[in-house]
C-alpha cells in the first residue's frame, strides 16, 4: 500500500482526536456519528462503482437490514449487539450472494433498475411485515454497545467508536483495493472482455465486492440501530440509496478518498448551511430542509457534467495547477 | 351467489388492473421513445409523471382551468422540462459512459423531486375527476368513468403514435435514428435533434399519464420513483424499444398487481410488479415480447 494512504489514515485519526474538543455540542457530534456511517457506507459503495464498475441503487436496503437484524435480534432474541452486528452482517451477505449472482450478470442500466427494485421491495417488507419489523412504528429499545467494558452510551464515545470503525473499514478497503483482486477489479472497471481475456475472473470478482460493499452498509445499519436505539423504515428507503450514490459519485467514485470526501461534505453540508442561514438570519433567507433534495441533485448535477471525476479530481487538479504555477516563479527567480 | 361474487370480484381487480397498468404502459412508453434514440434509461422518467400530475392539480383546483385547457398546458410545461432536461444535461455530455448517464438522469430526477417538494409540498394533493364520480355498474362490478377516460387516452396515444411513427416524415426519422443512427445521419437526418424531439414525447406523455392518473391517486412529490421502476418493469417486461410489448406488458403488470392486492395481501401490492421485474430481468432480461436475437444487439 503506498505510503500516502497510511498518512491519510493517521491524518483522519487525529483530526477525529481532536475535534470533540472543538466541537461541545451534542447535537454536532451526533451529525458526526451519522456522517462516520455513511461514510462506511459509502466505502463500500465506492468499491463496487469505482473499481468494479458497477451501480447499485438498492444499497439503503443493505443498510436496513443490518439495522433490523440488530433490532429484532437484540430486542426480540435479546442477543448480543455484536453477535446480532455478526449475524446481520452475515445475514445480508448472503442476500447480497443471492441477488448479486443473477443481477450482476446485467450491465449498466439494467443492474441500476435491478438494484434499485431490490431495494424497494426490501422497504415494502419493511413496512408490510409488522409481526417481525414493527411496521411503520418501528422497533424501540434497542440496547447500546459496550465496547471493551465501555458503556458507548454517549454521543462523544460512540462518535470516537464510529470513526474508529471507519478508519478500520478505510484500512480494510485500501488493502484490498493494492491487492491482486484491486488490480483484476480495476482491469473490470476499464474492460471487461479485456480482463477476462487475460485471465480475470470478472464475474467473481464482481460478486466478491458486491457482498463485501452490503457487508460495510449491514455494519454500518447495525451501527445506526445501535446509536439511535430506534429505528423504523423511513431511513432505509430508495431515496438513501440514491443519496449515498450521491455522495460516492460527487466525492470521485474512482477513488476511496473521493468516496470519503463525498460523504463527509454531503452528510454535514444541510447542517452547514441551516447553520449559516441562522447566522445570517437577518438578510431574510432561511435555508430548510426542503431544499436539502434541490442542493443534492444541483450539486450530483454540476459535478457530472462538468468533473466526472468528483471533487477528488478536481482537488488534484487544483493541486497540480498551484504546483504548476509555483514551478514557473521558480524558474523565473532562478534565471 | 358466491360463485357470481367471486367473479365479480375478479372483474373488479381487473378493472382496476388495468386503469394502474394503462399508466405503467404510457411509462414504459416514455422509457422506450428515449431508449430508442439514445440508448439511455432515463430514471427522471417518473418524475415527469408526478409534475403532470401536480401541475394538472394547480390548474384545475387552484385556478380552476376546465380539464382539456389544463391537460394542454400542462403537456406543453412537461414537455419544455423534458426538452430542457435533454438540451443542459443529455446533449453537452461528450462521449460518456453508461455509468456517468445514469448518475446524470438520476441527478435530474433528484433536482425535479426537489423542485416539486418546493412548489407543491409533502403533502398528497386531490383533482377533480374529468367527468363525475358516478360509477358505471359492469356484472356487478363497478368502474369509474375516470378509468375509462385512462383506458381511452391510452388508446388515443397508442393509435396517435402508430400514426406517427409509420406515417409521418418526422416519425420515420426518429425509427430510422434508433435503428442504425449513423447510417440515418449519413441519409440527411439530423439525429440531435432526434434525440431532443424524444425527450420532449418522452416528458409529454408523461404528463398526460400524470394528469389521468391523479384524480385516482391523489398525487405527491415522492410518487415518482415507484411509478418510474414499475414503468420500467413494463419496458423490461415488453422488451426494451418494443412500443407494442409495453403496452401489452404494462396492462399485464397492473393486473397481476391488483390480482396480487386482491387476493394475497394488500401490503405487498406495490411488491409484485417489482417482483415480475426482477425475475424477468434474472431470467429473460430480453423481456417476453423482445426477441432474443434483436436483444443481443443492445448492452444489458
Known amino acids: 500500500m503506498d505510503h500516502r494512504n497510511y498518512i491519510g489514515l493517521v491524518i483522519i485519526a487525529v483530526i477525529i482526536a481532536f475535534i470533540p474538543t472543538l466541537v461541545k455540542n451534542d447535537y454536532y457530534i451526533g451529525i458526526l456519528v451519522f456522517t462516520a456511517l455513511n461514510c462506511l457506507t ?88 409488522v409481526g417481525l419489523t414493527g411496521g411503520p412504528s418501528g422497533i424501540s429499545g434497542i440496547p447500546q454497545l459496550n465496547f471493551l467494558g465501555i458503556e458507548l452510551n454517549t454521543d462523544k464515545s460512540f462518535f470516537y467508536f464510529s470513526w474508529a470503525v471507519v478508519i478500520l473499514g478505510l484500512f480494510l478497503a485500501l488493502n484490498l483495493i493494492h491487492s491482486r483482486v484491486g488490480r483484476g477489479l480495476r482491469a473490470i472497471h476499464d474492460s471487461q472482455e479485456a480482463a ?41 428507503d430508495v431515496m438513501h440509496s440514491v443519496l449515498l450514490v450521491v455522495m460516492v459519485a460527487v466525492g470521485g467514485m474512482h477513488n476511496i478518498w473521493g468516496a470519503m470526501i463525498g460523504a463527509v461534505l454531503l452528510s454535514i453540508l444541510p447542517e452547514f448551511l441551516s447553520a449559516l442561514s441562522d447566522y445570517f438570519g437577518g438578510i431574510g433567507i432561511a435555508y430548510k430542509s426542503d431544499y436539502d433534495m434541490l442542493i443534492y441533485g444541483g450539486i450530483l448535477l454540476v459535478i457530472m457534467l462538468f468533473l466526472p471525476g468528483g471533487l477528488y479530481e478536481g482537488i488534484q487538479r487544483l493541486l497540480q495547477a498551484s504546483r504548476n504555477l509555483i514551478n514557473r516563479f521558480k524558474m523565473r527567480a532562478f534565471s | 351467489m358466491s360463485s357470481g361474487g367471486s367473479f365479480t370480484d375478479l372483474l373488479q381487480f381487473i378493472f382496476m388492473g388495468l386503469q394502474r397498468g394503462s399508466i405503467y404502459a404510457m411509462v414504459a412508453m416514455g422509457f422506450n421513445m428515449i431508449y430508442n434514440s439514445t440508448g439511455i434509461i432515463n430514471l427522471a422518467q417518473g418524475e415527469f409523471v408526478v409534475l403532470g ?248
Open chain 1, 196 to 236: 477476462s481475456s487475460l485471465g480475470v475472473n470478472t464475474s467473481k470478482y464482481k460478486i466478491k465486492i458486491f457482498v463485501l460493499s452490503a457487508a460495510y452498509a449491514s455494519v454500518a445499519g447495525s451501527l445506526y440501530a445501535s446509536f439511535i436505539n430506534y429505528i423504523d423504515p423511513g431511513p432505509f
Open chain 2, 53 to 300: 400530475g401536480l401541475m394538472m392539480v394547480t390548474l384545475t383546483m387552484g385556478l380552476n382551468l376546465s380539464i382539456p385547457f389544463a391537460l394542454m398546458i400542462t403537456v406543453i410545461f412537461v414537455t419544455v422540462i423534458g426538452i430542457l432536461m435533454e438540451r443542459f444535461t443529455i446533449n453537452p455530455v461528450k462521449s460518456p459512459t453508461v455509468l456517468r448517464l445514469i448518475i446524470i438522469t438520476v441527478a435530474v430526477s433528484i433536482l425535479l423531486k426537489g423542485v416539486a417538494m418546493c412548489f407543491w409540498g409533502k403533502e398528497s394533493h386531490y383533482m377533480r375527476h374529468f367527468t363525475g364520480t358516478e360509477p358505471f355498474e359492469i356484472m356487478g362490478a363497478t368502474i369509474l368513468p375516470q378509468t375509462l377516460w385512462i383506458i381511452g387516452i391510452l388508446l388515443v396515444i397508442v393509435v396517435g403514435f402508430a400514426l406517427f411513427f409509420n406515417f409521418t416524415m418526422t416519425g420515420k426519422s426518429m425509427r430510422a435514428c434508433s435503428i442504425n443512427r449513423d447510417a440515418a445521419r449519413l441519409a440527411g437526418i439530423n439525429d440531435r435533434n432526434m434525440v431532443m424531439l424524444s425527450f420532449a414525447l418522452s416528458a409529454g406523455i408523461g404528463a398526460v399519464a400524470g394528469s389521468i392518473i391523479t384524480p385516482i391517486i391523489q398525487m405527491d412529490y415522492a410518487r415518482g420513483a415507484l411509478l418510474g421502476i414499475k414503468g420500467f418493469g413494463a419496458a423490461v417486461v415488453g422488451g426494451l424499444g418494443n412500443s407494442f410489448g409495453a403496452v401489452v406488458a404494462g396492462l399485464l403488470i397492473g393486473i397481476v398487481e391488483a390480482l396480487g392486492g386482491g387476493y394475497i395481501s394488500t401490503h405487498y401490492m406495490d411488491a409484485f410488479a417489482l417482483l415480475i421485474l426482477l425475475v424477468v430481468l434474472f431470467i429473460r432480461p430480453s423481456g417476453i415480447f423482445g426477441s432474443r436475437e434483436a436483444s443481443r444487439l443492445k448492452e444489458f
Open chain 1, 42 to 129: 459509502a466505502l463500500g459503495l465506492c468499491l463496487l462503482m469505482g473499481y468494479a464498475g458497477q451501480i447499485s441503487l438498492g444499497h439503503a436496503a443493505f443498510f436496513g437490514l443490518g439495522a433490523y437484524s440488530t433490532a429484532i435480534l437484540t430486542v426480540n432474541l435479546g442477543w448480543s449487539p455484536w453477535i446480532a452486528m455478526g449475524a446481520g452482517a452475515c445475514l445480508t451477505a448472503v442476500i447480497a450472494l443471492i441477488i448479486g449472482v443473477p443481477a450482476l450478470r446485467l450491465k449498466g442500466h439494467y443492474l441500476a433498475m435491478a438494484t434499485l427494485g431490490f431495494g424497494a421491495i426490501v422497504n415494502i417488507v419493511f413496512v408490510a411485515a
